[in-house]
């Protein structure tokens, strides 16, 4: 089966700054362990007709490398460099060589040699924005309000969909705001509409402020411990799959998705 650990999509639309400079609008969509053989664009018989007609009139990539792991690919995307030089080896683990000394290459958060595309296109005049699942280092004091974001609903790391889960943990603009409910963040909500919901709402406020965008949405509804939104989501079974099976349970978390 091809697999990927993660999932990049891009999206560039042409919007025209205060300046009468034509920039375009720039939208990142990261999904957590999703195969592009998951998208209907692909073959697959998973319902996807929104990303499809996207594909439709873009640009499909038939080869792609990533770091195979979660917080490494992250680090490459916004980065642009090998994952070690940006400081994440793997995941958000630190590392020794056998002098007993820390590996530049494994400094658990992103280094202070890199810079995002965000902050490159703070700096272009860009609204930039996050809204997911950030798991490069916040925990050590690295989070997207100091990694180039002017906005940002997002949580440290993954492992939850819900508000009551055990790893809950949200922040709106660098502020801990616990499992939401506070702060015009609603108090019931499942992960995948959350950060849509915090996407369009950024969309809506690079427009008010006539400036381009950038949105990097990034998904954690198809990683490990798989579990749906009974109240949006129908139950999911392709023809070859019964109704609750994993392979039923992962379609139906694409088509969410």
């Known amino acids: 089966m091809k697999s990927m650990a993660v999932l990049l999509l891009f ?8 300046a009468g400079a034509p920039k375009p609008n720039i939208i990142g969509i990261l999904v957590d362990d999703m195969g592009f053989a998951d998208l209907g664009c692909y073959g697959s018989e998973i319902p996807t007709p929104n990303l499809d007609q996207l594909a439709a009139g873009g640009l499909r990539f038939t080869h792609f490398h990533n770091d195979s792991r979660c917080s490494p690919s992250r680090a490459s995307i916004l980065t642009g460099l090998y ?11 630190q590392r020794k060589g ?5 590996l530049p290459g494994y400094l658990r958060h992103l280094n202070d040699n890199c810079v995002t595309i965000a902050e490159v296109l703070h700096g272009a005049g860009y609204l930039t924005a996050m809204s997911g699942k950030w798991h490069l280092g916040q925990e050590y004091g690295v989070g997207p309000w100091n990694g180039g974001f002017d906005r940002s609903l997002n949580s ?3 492992g939850f969909y819900f508000p009551m889960d055990k790893n809950t943990q949200l922040f709106l603009n660098g502020h801990d705001i616990g499992r939401g409910g506070k702060d015009g963040v609603p108090g019931d909500w499942y992960s995948t509409d959350l950060w849509t919901g915090y996407g369009l709402k950024f969309i809506d406020e690079a427009q008010a402020a006539r400036k381009p965008l950038f949105l990097y949405l990034a998904y954690n509804a198809l990683t490990f411990r798989w579990r749906r939104w009974p109240k949006t989501s129908p139950n999911f079974a392709a023809s070859t799959w019964s109704a609750g099976t994993s392979c039923a349970m992962h379609a139906m978390l694409v088509k969410s998705s």
């Open 11 to 18: 999206f560039l639309v042409e919007w025209t700054s205060s």
């Open 83 to 93: 994952s070690q030089e940006a400081g994440i080896g793997v995941l958000t683990d």
């Open 98 to 102: 056998p002098d007993g000394e820390l």
């Open 156 to 158: 440290p790391a993954g």
